[in-house]
């Protein structure tokens, strides 16, 4: 199994930039697909990026297109989330996952997670 601790969260200003990373731990991490999701106060968690084993393929949710950057370094073990262009909506527990397979974009899918890091973003 893997064990996953992100990192990197805080307060910003809207229009501000955080990066995110999720570090990891246990077995190798370059055979996980990788993602982000984020959950807000009363909402349900939901999926924000994910991205292939190799890094080749990413996917994002239609509101952070443009804006967030997912990427992996399997040398380092590590996971990325560069969020730009923040916005108060994007205010969050923002959680890293990994799973075996190709990437997917339902929580149920993802069989390890960490323990979130939050990001507030004031207006």
């Known amino acids: 199994q893997v064990q996953l601790v992100e990192s990197g969260g805080g307060l910003v200003q809207a229009g501000g930039s955080l990066r995110l990373s999720c570090a990891a731990s246990g077995r190798t991490f370059s055979t996980y697909s990788m993602a982000w999701f984020r959950q807000a106060p009363e909402s349900e968690r939901e999926f924000v990026a994910a991205?292939?084993?190799?890094?080749?393929?990413?996917y994002y949710v239609d509101s952070v297109k443009g804006r967030f950057t997912i990427s992996r370094d399997n040398t380092k073990s590590t996971l990325y989330l560069q969020m730009n262009t923040l916005k108060p909506e994007d205010t969050a527990v923002y959680y890293c996952a990994a799973r075996s397979g190709y990437p997917q974009v339902e929580e149920y899918e993802y069989d390890y997670w960490g323990q979130g890091t939050q990001v507030t973003v004031s207006s």
């Open positions: 991205i292939s084993t190799s890094g080749a393929s990413v």
